[in-house]
């Protein structure tokens, strides 16, 4: 990759660390690495929680038997929406979105892009890559 989901996490560390009490919403994408090849990466909630969303092993605790597969990933869709979709429910508190990324991936699930556009059509700013 370029370092897109790299720089969102750098970006939103930084705003938490100048703008404490800044209320984001929203979730990126975490590369999984082996000795520094790419086997997966892992959504992350921008506040805690965290589910392996593709891999190229399979994926333990997947609810899903025979996933989907992107290439040589695996695509764990269920745990992709386990941690967007309540990150982009609109709150009237939200100052900030955080959607790293709308891809291919993300968009096989059928709720996320209903909720996405919900948000692109809000007030709210959005920090997120494509």
């Known amino acids: 990759g370029t370092g897109k989901s ?11 660390k100048n703008h404490p009490r800044l209320r984001v919403q929203g979730f990126y994408q975490k590369p999984l690495l ?13 506040n805690g929680p965290s589910k392996i969303f593709t891999s190229t092993y399979p ?3 997947s609810a899903t038997r025979t996933p ?4 040589k990933h695996r695509i764990d869709i269920g745990a992709f929406e ?4 309540p990150e982009l429910k609109l709150h ?3 100052e900030l979105f ?3 990324e709308v891809g291919v991936k993300e ?9 996405l556009q919900d948000v692109l059509n809000s007030e709210v700013p959005i920090l997120g890559t494509l």
């Not at 790299?6 to 938490?16: P, V």
């Not at 082996?34 to 921008?46: L, Q, T």
């Not at 989907?68 to 290439?71: A, E, V, W």
Request: aromatic share 8%.
């Open 68 to 71: 989907p597969f992107l290439g």
């Open 34 to 46: 082996r000795r520094g090849e790419s086997i997966g990466v892992e959504s992350v909630s921008v």
């Open 98 to 100: 955080v959607v790293d």
């Open 107 to 115: 968009l096989m699930s059928p709720k996320f892009y209903p909720l």
């Open 82 to 85: 386990s941690i967007a979709l």
């Open 92 to 94: 009237y508190e939200t």
């Open 59 to 61: 994926i333990p605790g």
């Open 6 to 16: 790299t720089a969102i996490a750098s970006i939103l560390e930084k705003l938490r």
